[in-house]
Nanobody
Framework: QVQLVESGGGLAQAGGSLSLSCAGT???????????MAWFRQGPGKERDFVAA????????YYADSVKGRFSMSRENARNTVYLRMNSLNPEDTAVYYC???????????????????WGQGTQVTVSS
């Protein structure tokens, strides 16, 4: 059983910053460090899109082109937590942001929602112009 809880969403102005956190409880026999972690987002009337991912060791990160250079993902294995620092926000970043964990993620599917086994409930991010 894996539970993920996101926090840190809210309202920001265009050009501003927000930080999201995702804390996990892992009772599945695998520890947090065994999972690739990712952030996805779903805007109003849109599909759930990949935002960022970080491999188990934290040595490799991946970003959607739309957020590259503005968002930064990190993880703290000792705290079972991942973070998403979002800078230079714009209204197109408005969405519900979801944290996800996957044990079988490989390079070819790291950006695919289907590769992730567990999901949080999501946290709303709203950016005003």
């Amino acid at each position: 059983q894996v539970q993920l809880v996101e926090s840190g969403g809210g309202l920001a102005q265009a050009g501003g910053s927000l930080s999201l956190s995702c804390a996990g409880t892992f009772n599945s026999g695998r520890s947090f460090s065994a999972y690739t972690m990712a952030w996805f987002r779903q805007g109003p009337g849109k599909e759930r899109d990949f935002v960022a991912a970080i491999r188990r060791s934290g040595g490799s990160t991946y970003y959607a082109d739309s957020v590259k250079g503005r968002f930064s993902m990190s993880r703290e294995n000792a705290r079972n937590t991942v973070y998403l620092r979002m800078n230079s926000l714009n209204p197109e970043d408005t969405a519900v942001y979801y944290c996800a964990a996957g044990s079988g993620v490989i390079l070819s599917n790291v950006r695919s929602a289907a590769a992730y086994d567990y999901w949080g409930q999501g946290t709303q991010v709203t950016v005003s112009s």
